[in-house]
């Protein structure tokens, strides 16, 4: 009989598989980085506990293109400044990706708030432009020109916050405990560019990151860099405090509740 490819694989296979992935080569992407201060209360409205705001009300926009053989992405995130107990670092409202691949570890392993989208970076010679958009609007947009080249910096240490949650089945709560995700990831730049312009922030219902709006610009880059990452729980935390939050996963907190139409299956 032909192999069933839906059955069970072999530990060898499993083990094979798990092995290609840790030998894979420094994957280089190329985007735009904004960042800039907001309004510190908005910040705070944003942060689950045990989360909380840094002394810096920061967003940090991130637009970027990866030449995956054959598999060519665009990934890009829009996050605040956050920091859980010593710990500083990002927690990110929204990921759009360009393909579902990128969604599903994402979201299944390491709880990150990834949607499909639209996710765009262009260089026309000095002339540089980046959005992120979703169900046809650009709720993110940078754009300007590159106005000078920036010193390499050194390898750096960057954690984000995630939480790992699963909806409850039976239409209320969790069916377990969440967990806060300590994702730490050490990145390389190998380019980097300043760049003179602006960020705009569109009106959206989906992604309403407008209510975080650009009080003063830090800075733009243009720029290509590798990451690797490596996740760990922190803790469980409280189902009754991260529950009000969790409609920031969704585009309709309704939507977790759907299933297939009846007779379907």
Same mark, same amino acid.
Not at 157 to 164: A, I, L, N, P, S
Not at 181 to 190: A, F, G, N, S, T
């Given at each position: 009989?032909?192999?069933?490819?839906?059955?069970?694989?072999?530990?060898?296979?499993?083990?094979?598989?798990?092995?290609?992935?840790?030998?894979?080569?420094?994957?280089?992407?190329?985007?735009?980085?904004?960042?800039?201060?907001?309004?510190?209360?908005?910040?705070?409205?944003?942060?689950?506990?045990?989360?909380?705001?840094?002394?810096?009300?920061?967003?940090?926009?991130?637009?970027?293109?990866?030449?995956?053989?054959?598999?060519?992405?665009?990934?890009?995130?829009?996050?605040?400044?956050?920091?859980?107990?010593?710990?500083?670092?990002?927690?990110?409202?929204?990921?759009?990706?360009? =393909?579902?691949? %990128?969604?599903?570890?994402? !979201?299944?392993?390491?709880?990150? +708030?990834?949607? /499909?989208? *639209?996710? #765009?970076?262009?260089?026309?010679?000095?002339?540089?432009?980046?959005?992120?958009?979703? =169900?046809?609007? %650009?709720?993110?947009?940078? !754009?300007?020109?590159?106005?000078? +080249?920036?010193? /390499?910096? *050194?390898? #750096?240490?960057?954690?984000?916050?995630?939480?790992?949650?699963?909806?409850?089945?039976?239409?209320?709560?969790?069916?377990?405990?969440?967990?806060?995700?300590?994702?730490?990831?050490?990145?390389?730049?190998?380019?980097?560019?300043?760049?003179?312009?602006?960020?705009?922030?569109?009106?959206?219902?989906?992604?309403?990151?407008?209510?975080?709006?650009?009080?003063?610009?830090?800075?733009?880059?243009?720029?290509?860099?590798?990451?690797?990452?490596?996740?760990?729980?922190?803790?469980?935390?409280?189902?009754?405090?991260?529950?009000?939050?969790?409609?920031?996963?969704?585009?309709?907190?309704?939507?977790?509740?759907?299933?297939?139409?009846?007779?379907?299956?």
């Amino acid at each position: 009989m032909a192999r069933v490819r839906y059955g069970a694989r072999t530990e060898a296979e499993s083990a094979a598989a798990r092995a290609a992935a840790a030998k894979l080569p420094d994957i280089w992407s190329t985007g735009v980085v904004a960042l800039w201060e907001t309004d510190p209360d908005a910040v705070a409205a944003v942060l689950p506990p045990p989360l909380k705001p840094t002394g810096r009300p920061l967003v940090r926009v991130t637009v970027s293109k990866v030449d995956l053989p054959g598999y060519p992405l665009g990934a890009g995130s829009v996050s605040v400044a956050a920091a859980h107990g010593a710990t500083e670092g990002w927690y990110p409202l929204v990921m759009p990706m360009t =393909h579902e691949r %990128a969604l599903i570890g994402g !979201r299944e392993v390491f709880g990150e +708030p990834k949607k /499909l989208g *639209e996710v #765009v970076v262009e260089r026309d010679g000095l002339v540089v432009g980046a959005r992120l958009a979703r =169900h046809g609007i %650009a709720f993110v947009e940078v !754009r300007g020109a590159v106005s000078s +080249p920036l010193p /390499l910096p *050194e390898p #750096v240490e960057r954690t984000d916050f995630y939480f790992k949650f699963l909806p409850g089945v039976e239409g209320a709560g969790f069916d377990a405990d969440p967990v806060l995700v300590h994702c730490v990831r050490h990145e390389k730049v190998r380019r980097l560019e300043q760049v003179t312009g602006d960020v705009v922030l569109r009106e959206s219902m989906y992604d309403p990151v407008a209510d975080l709006p650009v009080r003063r610009l830090v800075g733009i880059t243009f720029g290509e860099k590798t990451s690797d990452q490596r996740g760990r729980v922190a803790e469980r935390v409280s189902a009754e405090a991260l529950l009000p939050y969790v409609h920031q996963r969704y585009d309709d907190p309704a939507q977790i509740l759907d299933g297939p139409p009846e007779g379907s299956v």
